[in-house]
């Protein structure tokens, strides 16, 4: 699976939009971009996926440069509440023997001040 | 999203005893589940994936005889901590999913050996 880099942390105030870049400059043509946030002691949530094509639905919007070698996540609004590890996921299209797992970096830690 | 559900979310063990710790897709039928185990502060490691009916396929370093899974239904998976010990204590999260879909994740179970 390729691998992402991510910026270990970001500030953000409340209200405004926080923008989450993530470096996959090795992705694969059958592989997905996924964005999962983990809210400390809980499992990881799921945010939004894209293969090449923008997505939006009501937590997010993800942005998906041309080349695809970089994406970002948008929280249009965020809140105390978006404060989280987000994690960027390259993830195989499952199928065959690949079973699509999903392969953790250390995500960004953001913030949300007041 | 999807529901996953763990039981029990928190659990304190001796040293040496076993422990089994249950992950049930509420409102689908999962073909494929996951488990990941997370220590403080790092990110979480994918242990193990198992299909339904099959044997599980664990990742390279994680002993299959120590952590058993099983996967008996399209619903529930199990993973056994045999012979815990104190540095088997961590933060356990299952994830379930089907073919061609989003994964989802539980909301994790607290491992204490003593």
């Known amino acids: 699976d390729a691998k992402t880099t991510q910026p270990p942390s970001m500030d953000c105030a409340e209200g405004r939009a926080a923008n989450l870049p993530c470096n996959h400059s090795?992705?694969?043509?059958?592989?997905?971009v996924y964005w999962y946030r983990q809210i400390h002691s809980q499992g990881p949530q799921y945010i939004i996926h894209?293969?090449?094509n923008n997505e939006t639905n009501e937590m997010a919007s993800l942005i998906i440069t041309e080349d695809r070698k970089s994406s970002t996540l948008i929280l249009p609004h965020a809140t105390l509440r978006d404060t989280a590890v987000y994690y960027c996921i390259v993830r195989v299209d499952p199928g065959g023997t690949s079973y699509g797992k999903l392969t953790f970096g250390q995500g960004t830690i953001l913030t949300v001040h007041p | 999203g999807a529901v996953v559900s763990q039981h029990p979310s928190r659990v304190i063990c001796k040293s040496g005893t076993s422990v089994k710790i249950e992950c049930r897709s509420l409102?689908?039928?999962?073909?494929?589940m996951f488990w990941y185990r997370q220590f403080p502060k790092q990110s979480l490691m994918l242990m193990a994936t198992?299909?339904?009916?099959?044997?599980?396929?664990?990742e390279q370093g994680v002993e299959k005889d120590k952590f058993l899974i099983n996967h008996a239904s399209l619903t529930l998976s199990t993973l056994t901590v045999t012979s815990a010990h104190p540095e088997d204590s961590s933060f356990y999260i299952c994830?379930?999913?089907?073919?061609?879909?989003?994964?989802?994740f539980g909301e994790g179970s607290w491992l204490t050996v003593v």
């Open positions: 198992s299909n339904e009916g099959s044997k599980a396929t664990y």
């Open positions: 894209g293969l090449k």
């Open positions: 994830s379930a999913g089907t073919v061609g879909n989003t994964i989802y």
């Open positions: 409102d689908f039928q999962a073909t494929t």
């Open positions: 090795t992705i694969s043509g059958n592989e997905y």
